[in-house]
């Protein structure tokens, strides 16, 4: 039996962890450039600057929750049937 979803098509959630990642990339990069100077021996960045980099967490879970909110479409999906 041939699936009817298309494979371009977007299901739910994925916005969600399209979002998450690049979240999670913009705090990869602020990790990055926040520990450099600390291997460079230069003046340490402000307080603020270690507060971006916890957007790795938060778009890891945001990532997380698409991926949960696109299992439970398909579970809801194959129990109906369609």
């Known amino acids: 039996m041939r699936d009817k979803?298309?494979?371009?098509?977007?299901?739910?959630?994925?916005?969600?962890?399209?979002?998450?990642?690049?979240?999670?990339f913009v705090?990869?990069?602020?990790?990055?450039?926040?520990?450099?100077?600390l291997f460079l021996g230069t003046d340490p960045f402000p307080s603020i600057a270690y507060a971006v980099c916890m957007l790795?967490?938060?778009?890891?879970?945001?990532?997380?929750?698409?991926?949960?909110?696109g299992i439970a479409f398909q579970r809801r999906r194959a129990r109906s049937g369609t």
């Open 56 to 69: 790795m967490g938060v778009g890891f879970l945001i990532a997380g929750a698409g991926v949960l909110r």
């Open 5 to 24: 979803t298309q494979a371009n098509s977007a299901g739910p959630g994925d916005g969600m962890v399209r979002t998450g990642a690049i979240v999670f």
């Open 27 to 37: 705090g990869a990069v602020a990790t990055l450039v926040t520990v450099a100077p």
